[in-house]
């Protein structure tokens, strides 16, 4: 697969990410990244530098920090839906919440937590 993304990122860098991350980082030259990469409306076509499938809220802070440490634009995806495609980015890093599943009810304080 032919890298056509124009940022290239540190591979020491990425390798920092991913050595606390729980989730999955999914670079351009990696198998999965146009699968990654793709939302519903298929008139989209950006290609971001860094794809980070986070798992928890512990990789959404990480993900954020290192796309502030390496000036990155930053995109939020969470089902891919968005008819404008504002989940994707191009150069950039694609903060994945898709499988953030989890809801957490407490009644006794009466609050609920939804992930992603």
Known sequence: ?????????????VAGLQAGFRGELIQPSDENYEDARTVNNA???KRPALISRCADAVDVI??????????????IRGGG????????????????????RDIRVDSASRTVRVEG
């Open 1 to 13: 697969m032919t890298d056509v993304t124009r940022t290239k990122l540190e591979e020491s860098a």
């Open 43 to 45: 008139m989209i076509d």
């Open 62 to 75: 990480a993900a954020v920090n290192f796309g502030r440490e390496n000036d990155l634009l930053v995109a």
């Open 81 to 100: 839906h968005n008819g404008a495609g504002l989940g994707m980015c191009d150069d950039g890093l694609v903060i994945d919440l898709s499988r953030m």
